[in-house]
């Protein structure tokens, strides 16, 4: 009886080792196939899954096209700096980052705010930028630490910088990086890198996508750290194409020393070929102070200016055009058949009714002309002019030259003025036009207003007789 049981027992673990190293061969076999699949099959993929592990494609930010004056000088170019930038998801623990780098490059709370604002905005693959303009001595500080500080990429670049500062300020603009309306309206991937700047306000965001450039590359293997070890190459940048201005620039920097301390502008235009060689505005700002993110305080103080050192008043700003005008309203005097001979006395005022308009003399000019009304620029000889051809004369002569207009030029933001008529105050007010509405049009008050752009176009085209516009 104990024999056979023990011949079953042997029989019963000769099966149970039989079936187990059956198993055991399936499970080998498998693991072989597989491992023969994935060697053979998808070795490519795997290969480059490794590459990805071990290599780093850090962008190169291009450099934006130079804006030259007409003589080669360059208003706008680029300078070397160096930045700090982190990648999210390889940071452990922000805070204690911004805690290491704040103790070899000063971080103040508003630009730490800034980066916690980045970080949870962007993908986590994608650097946020955390200083630029930092020096060399602390660039190469940052650089020996390296290695204890994750996620941490120090860059080479370069950001944009105008020598003439304010000068240039409005017809330049400036550069800042772009807002989610930007990133809606163009789906440019160069927007979405980081530190990259757009053109805003004045030519540099007129001209923006042709001095962008095009981004280059620097592939470099990095250890499980992050650490660089090596460089597998670089792809350079592409370099945005330059553009060149009629601008003068030494009148550009001239007109803006006239003007500084005063709430001015000041447009110079070739009145033979339209080209404009100087348009300014005082106060004015910095360019340069937001190539790097302008501050919110200097952002404030500039919003908070009475005098508007964000507008552009040549472009922007309406005012009535004074006795500037009086050159128009006599052209369209000799249009209306009067002969320049015709006059009246001035004895400083002129009654209309029982109103009496007065002249800015008040004794009086006496007899004058129309070549002596306006060397004297003489109130009352255009308040008598003016009622004999009416507001509807006076108002087409002035749109024929320039004003109550947009005209053709690369700058955004262009107001047109108002040149009024008598439909006019009919569609605005629902009234009649007024004779005495048309007694203070003819010396530029009033309803009439210009900007100083649309001035300098009135003047040349005085000036050389002929239709010229700026350019």
Known sequence: MSMETEADRIRVFSRRALILGGAQAVVFATLAARMGYLSVFENNRYRLLAEDN?????PILPRRGLILDRNGYPLALNRQ???????????????????????????DEEERQKVRDMVKRVP?????????DIDWQAFTAINVKMPTLEGVQPIQ??????????????VLGYVGSPNDKVLEKDPDPILRLPGFK????????????????????????????????????RTEDTPGDSITLTLDRELQVYAAWRLQGEAASAVVMDCHTGEILALCSTPAFDPNDFSGGIRTKVWKALLADEHHPLLNKPLQGLYPPGSTFKGVVALAALEAGIAPEDG???????????????????????????????????????????????????ARMARRFGLGQEHELPLPS?????????????????????????????????????????????????????????G
């Open 157 to 170: 670049g370069y950001t944009r910088y105008y020598p003439d500062g304010e000068a240039v300020a409005h």
């Open 414 to 470: 262009q107001r047109s003025g108002l040149v009024p008529d008598q439909e006019w105050k009919r569609k605005r007010y629902g009234k009649s036009w007024l004779m005495g509405e048309t007694l203070n049009a003819s010396i530029g008050q009033g309803y009439m207003q210009a900007t100083p752009l649309q001035l300098a176009v009135m003047a040349a085209r005085l000036a050389s007789g002929r239709e010229v516009s700026p």
């Open 81 to 107: 700096d160096y930045r700090l930038a982190l990648v999210p998801e390889e940071v452990e623990d922000l805070e204690a980052t911004l805690d290491a780098i704040s103790r070899i490059i000063p971080i």
């Open 344 to 394: 009246l006395v001035c004895t400083g005022r002129y009654m209309l009714g029982n109103h009496a308009f007065h002249c800015w003399k008040r004794g009086g000019h006496g007899f004058v002309n129309m070549k002596r009304g306006i060397f004297q620029s003489c109130d009352t000889y255009f308040y008598e002019m003016s009622r004999r051809i009416g507001i509807d004369a006076i």
């Open 124 to 132: 986590g693959f994608m650097p946020v930028e955390v200083a630029r």
């Open 198 to 233: 757009v053109g805003r306000g004045g030519l540099e965001q007129t001209f923006d996508k042709q001095l962008r450039g095009r981004a280059g590359a620097d592939k470099v293997e990095v250890n499980a750290r992050g650490r660089i070890l090596r460089s597998l190459g």
């Open 54 to 58: 071990r290599v780093s494609i850090r």
